[in-house]
């Protein structure tokens, strides 16, 4: 035993400090130079911060593009998904309730049509995007609170569409975040 | 063609197109030849002497086992201290508690043994410190001991009769320098640059647009991801894992963690064809794994890109798929493809939650964990094989009436009984342990009332799915299971421990027995395990050891819920 523990006490510490003290010091001098110099890209709007670009924040007034539900209530201190399970009863209750919501919001859209995204909860509940599908199904809504014509919001949000990874890769999609605050300077406000 | 559909096949094409050279440079590293990664040797000769150990000196399959368990058994006081300190510790930004003794246990065994299932989350349950030295230390070093331990074997196989298999100090550290550091080093970079924090700041408060007061989690995330997904480690930084939007910014950071998981397991199939000069058999692994993989990620795609048929009765529009506790920059195709990845290789990271699939597809993880082999986590996915390979020899031998033969040496009694018993392990824990679950939560459904968050068939998957995640060393949850409490916590801490050591103490024991007995050279009557005949064998025998022993169970669970869906 002893001829093992000696060897294996020493090797650690010295592990330790390679794995742990110099990989993680060339990641952090690295990420400097990243955007956001590695403290996550901040947002800012009339030289406010408002939020995180990667992180979902909760839209759930009428005159945003709403985001998805979330578990966590999109507070980032802590993440989750709703882990409900597919057939779940309750589950299939709270989603009917928020289709009946959506519906009432958005009479533009057809029964049958509402977007899987909005009426169900994200991995993390910190999602920041939403499909363009589920961008557009709001537009009817969002411009007639915001007295805006239709077009000019549509066009708004096509413009905010990313296509996906070099366009072939992946699924297409539209960050809430900054549809939004570009919807604000669009009213002006 | 989908988008979504050819994103998952281009970062399957990657994977195979990079393992194939590291799989040759693996094999150049741990034979001793020369490489350009030479330049390392001063660094390597110094942790030597730091460690005082002597590399030149080779060793028997029990010494290596003995190096083995020790330096394990240290990391595993050193996490256990840290773990149930950290409160009182640097590094501390968001004031985080120490951790009570049968969660901290818990922690440390699911660390130690490269499980990474997790009854905390990071944001809360953790402080940097801990993220980085028992967290990230133990992501580094386990994968490095189940590679090396890989190499041990690999070096019984060869053409000959030996005692001493090489220095395990050496191959545990040529693991580390040569493989996992530069590797790590170049995924955090990516993720870095993509938008991964990597600080030592606390939480930030931000007002947001419509005026929330909320606060957003940081930390050293970039650096501690990388070598997660490298080491078929898993376990995340925060609480939702990669599903996470700092964790896992965009489809290209998906992209290159879902490569970077794979990459090693992957690239050990094609080492071990390299250092036996063998290439013929390395394709007959590659292929039968393939097969076994290819075989779960088919329906899972079908099933979550085709939706909930529930919710689309509710009215709403399916088509881009079951989108319940999935995030949108992934899709449904990249979240189905990294749910297989991650079972068939135990990393068991999600980048969505898979309480939340679709009943098949939730089986299709659990048969990945089950089974085990289909490329398998590093080092130690073929160390599993392995196994099932000593298994269709013997059976294949009786079949035709010879001697059992594995590469020029005789298969006997004590080698068999010694897989055997690895090969059902495996189904006496995850049934044991789920049997003992379900008694307990029968018997008093209001005590136990949280520990599942769905009723009926999908609760009995959960526990069925807590056992066979522990077991295989995966890690990833349905996590809708309440998961910390001292039962769960300790019965899963005895079923990672001993779901670790066994499969690894097994086939190395196999494999030193081997190496010791007459060579007997290939002759006509020798069967042949580079063909195509033996690897359809040892796919049967996968299945019926590994899969069929679980059906009663999975009809219990998902396919009963299937059934009730559709």
């Keep these: 035993m002893k001829t093992y523990l000696f060897p294996a006490f020493r090797l650690s510490l010295a592990l330790l400090v390679l794995c742990c003290g110099v990989y993680p010091a060339l990641v952090w001098g690295a990420a400097r130079l990243a955007p956001g110099h590695g403290e996550g890209v901040q947002v800012s709007y009339k030289g406010r911060v408002v939020g995180f670009a990667q992180v979902g924040q909760k839209f759930d007034r009428p005159e945003y593009f709403n985001t998805r539900p979330s578990a966590v209530g999109y507070n980032a201190a802590g993440s989750a998904g709703s882990n409900k399970g597919p057939s779940n009863p309750e589950y299939l209750q709270e989603v009917q309730t928020r289709v009946g919501a959506f519906l009432q919001q958005n009479p533009a859209v057809a029964a049958g049509q509402v977007p899987a995204e909005l009426v169900t909860a994200s991995g993390s509940g910190l999602d920041p995007h939403l499909s363009p599908e589920g961008a557009y199904a709001q537009v009817e809504r969002v411009a007639r609170r915001r007295g805006l014509a239709p077009a000019r919001v549509r066009a708004l949000v096509a413009a905010h569409v990313k296509e996906p990874l070099v366009w072939f890769f992946g699924p297409a999609t539209v960050n809430v975040l900054e549809l939004n605050l570009a919807l604000d300077k669009l009213s002006g406000l | ?566």
């Design chain 2, 1 to 566: 063609m989908n988008t979504e559909l050819i994103g998952i096949a281009v970062i399957f094409l990657s994977t195979v197109l990079l393992a194939l050279p590291l799989g040759r440079y693996l094999a150049v590293v741990y034979s001793g030849d020369r490489s350009w990664s030479d330049f390392l040797g001063p660094l390597e000769r110094g942790l030597y002497r730091l460690g005082g150990i002597d590399a030149r000196q080779e060793m028997t399959w029990q010494q290596h086992l003995r190096a083995l368990l020790t330096i394990n058994l240290l990391w595993f006081f050193w996490a256990m201290l840290v773990l149930c300190t950290q409160g009182s510790l640097p590094l501390n930004p968001d004031g985080n508690p120490s951790m009570t003794p049968d969660l901290a246990f818990n922690t440390a065994i699911s660390f130690l043994v490269n499980c990474n299932l997790q009854h905390y989350s990071g944001e809360t349950g953790m402080s940097y410190l801990s993220q980085t030295v028992v967290v990230m230390f133990l992501q580094f070093v386990t994968a490095a001991t189940g590679m090396a331990a890989c190499v041990v074997v690999f070096n019984a196989l060869r053409e000959r009769s030996a005692e001493r298999l090489g220095n395990f100090y050496v191959y545990f550290v040529h693991s580390l320098t040569r493989v996992l550091l530069p590797l790590s080093l170049a995924v955090a970079l990516v993720l870095a640059f993509q938008g991964t924090p990597m600080t030592y700041a606390g939480k930030a408060a931000v007002v947001t647009v419509q005026g929330d007061s909320v606060q957003v989690s940081r930390g050293p995330a970039a650096a501690m991801v990388a070598i997660k997904e490298l080491g078929t480690n898993g376990g995340g930084f925060f609480g939702a894992n990669s599903a996470h939007p700092l964790e896992n910014p965009t489809y290209l950071t998906n992209a290159v963690e879902n490569v970077a998981l794979v990459l090693i397991p992957l690239a050990m199939v094609f080492a071990l064809g390299y250092y036996l000069k063998r290439p013929k058999l390395s394709y007959m692994v590659l292929g039968v794994m393939t097969a076994g993989f290819l075989l779960l990620l088919a329906p899972t795609v079908y099933y979550e890109m085709h939706g909930n048929p529930a919710l689309a009765h509710l009215g709403t529009n399916q088509t881009l798929g079951a989108l319940e506790g999935k995030e949108m920059r992934f899709g449904a195709a990249a979240s189905a493809y990294w749910g297989i990845t991650n079972t068939v290789i135990s990393c068991g990271s999600v980048n969505s939650m898979h309480d939340s699939h679709m009943p098949v597809s939730g089986m299709c993880e659990l048969l990945g964990m089950m089974t085990n082999a289909f490329y398998g986590g590093v080092g130690v996915g073929f160390l599993n094989f392995f196994v099932f390979v000593v298994i269709a020899v013997f059976i294949s031998g009786l079949m035709v009436g010879r001697t059992p033969e594995l590469l020029g040496k005789k298969i006997e009694a004590r080698e068999m009984k010694i897989a055997l018993i690895v090969a059902l392990l495996h189904p006496l824990l995850i049934l044991a342990g789920t049997a003992m679950s379900a008694h307990l939560y029968a018997g008093h459904p209001t005590e136990y009332a949280g520990w599942l968050a769905n009723p009926g068939f999908h609760g009995f998957s959960e526990m069925l799915y807590e056992f066979t995640s522990s077991a295989a060393n995966n890690g990833s949850g349905f996590e809708g299971l309440g998961d910390n409490t001292p039962w769960w916590n300790l019965s899963t801490g005895v079923v990672m421990l001993l779901a670790r050591f066994l499969p690894i103490i097994g086939p190395v024991a196999i494999a030193g027995l081997l190496a010791r007995k007459k060579y007997i050279p290939e002759s006509a009557g020798t069967l042949r395990l580079d063909t195509a005949t033996f690897g359809v064998m040892v796919f049967f025998v996968i299945w019926i050891i590994a899969a069929l022993a679980f059906f009663p169970a999975l009809a219990l669970g998902p396919l009963a819920e299937h059934f009730t869906l559709y």
